[in-house]
C-alpha cells in the first residue's frame, strides 16, 4: 500500500521535478521488493510447518492466490525497474509511466482483497 502512494508522489513529481520523481519511483520499487521477500520469508516458514501445495486444499488456495499475486508483483517490480531505467535516460513518457502506474495500483489494490480472503478468515 505504501509503495502506491509513494509511486503517486512520484507521478506528481514527474511533472515538474524529474530527478525528485527518480528517487521516488525507486522508493516504490524498494518497497515492492520488500513486500515479496517477506511474502517468501512467510511461505518458508510456512512449508517448514508443514503447509503446502499437496498438504491440504488451505494450502493449495494459499499458494495458488498469493502465489499468482507474487508472480504479479514481481511483473510489477520489473515495469518499475524499467521505467525508473526509462526516467534516468530522460526518455520515459507521461504515458509509458501511467501505464506502469496503473498495473502496479491494481498488483496492490488486489492485496487488501487477497489478505482478508486468504488471512481473514479466523477473524
Known sequence: ???GLVLFMAWRAFRSERREARGLLGLATLLGLFFVGSQGVEWLAL????????????GAFFY???????????????????????????QLSGAQFASV???????VAVWPVIFLQVYGYGM
Open 1 to 3: 500500500m505504501i509503495s
Open 47 to 58: 512449508i517448514r510447518e508443514g503447509l503446502t501445495l499437496t498438504s491440504s486444499a488451505y
Open 64 to 90: 495458488m492466490i498469493v502465489g499468482a499475486h507474487a508472480i504479479h508483483a514481481l511483473g510489477g517490480i520489473l515495469a518499475l525497474v524499467w521505467a525508473w531505467f526509462r526516467l534516468s535516460a530522460g
Open 101 to 107: 502506474q496503473v498495473f502496479w495500483y491494481f498488483v
